[in-house]
């Protein structure tokens, strides 16, 4: 699937003669596509607002953006898991020091196609029919009809959040169709009624149905909603992360800033993530 690249280099207010430090940003942003429209929202805003600014979003998956932080092809690497061991002895190895900051938090939901009458499943079916064990829908209570498992490709941090925390680090059954994009997994459940998948709540809409999630065997079921998820009821929630390395600090910081400022939580909020506060 083509990854788009978006540009946002637009015209801003001048910035007032007693602001010392420029804010003025070019820079290039790659990885997760949970982060996706998150990047491209703080982006064009910061852009809009700072003249001359450039911020290239790329998306990939997690590992891609650190791969390509090691290799120097990106100034921040977006991730929707932390930052693995492996990767950071990578990056120590190559001489550069690395920065985490919590950009926001997202929740993952489980999607149907709107046909599909199931409405809601513990976390042992999901691990069972994400595993291979439960194959008919039948077999939790729906109709007659096999299960066709969508996934995230093994690159996506969204991929490695479910497996460890939905499926308890088990492995996806081998007919699982992976995916390279949260887009993809959402246009393929809504185009086929025995679906099921995983997304970030920010890119629910109208073409699939979320599963509302028990983790207590069944005695309480949530709805995979920003409120649920900031009032931590829902329990499939994490931390999207921005890495740099340090010696770009300096370039990338009114940028930072920016995002975690009120404005940029108030951004974080209105495109479907949870903020940071």
């Known amino acids: 699937m083509k990854q788009a690249i978006w540009m946002f280099t637009l015209m801003a207010a001048f910035l007032a ?3 010392v430090q420029a804010q003025k940003v070019v820079a290039k942003i790659k990885g997760s596509d949970t982060c996706l429209p998150l990047s491209q929202k703080f ?3 910061y852009s809009q607002k700072n003249k001359g600014s450039g911020i290239s979003v ?3 998956g997690s590992g891609v953006g650190i791969e390509a932080l090691l290799s120097s092809t990106t100034d921040i690497a977006q991730s929707s898991r932390k930052m693995k061991l492996d990767e950071k002895m990578k990056l120590q190895k190559a001489g550069k020091k690395v ?3 919590i950009i926001a938090y997202d929740a993952l939901a489980v ?3 709107p046909a599909n009458p199931v409405s809601k499943l513990t976390r042992e079916q999901l691990e069972g029919i994400f595993t ?3 194959t008919n829908w039948k077999q939790v209570g729906g109709p007659d009809m096999k299960i066709i498992v969508y996934s995230r490709e093994t690159s996506s941090g969204t991929y490695e959040f479910f497996k460890e925390h939905v499926l308890n680090k088990k492995n996806f059954a081998p007919s699982a169709l992976l995916l390279a994009a949260t887009g993809a997994v959402v246009q393929s459940v809504s185009q086929t009624k025995g679906a099921i998948g995983y997304i970030g709540v920010a890119y629910i809409d109208k073409q699939v149905k979320a599963i509302d999630v028990s983790y207590d065997q069944g005695k309480t079921f949530v709805k995979p909603t920003i409120a649920n998820a900031k009032s931590k009821k829902y329990p499939v929630t994490r931390p999207l992360y921005y890495y740099h390395v340090t010696t770009t600090e300096r370039n990338i910081k009114p940028f930072m800033d920016f995002i975690l400022s009120k404005e940029g939580q108030h951004i974080v909020q209105a495109e479907g993530y949870v903020p940071t506060f």
């Open 17 to 19: 003669p007693s602001t």
């Open 43 to 45: 982006a064009e805003v």
């Open 58 to 60: 790329l998306g990939g």
């Open 99 to 101: 920065k985490e900051v």
């Open 111 to 113: 999607v149907v196609h």
């Open 132 to 134: 291979g064990k439960i």
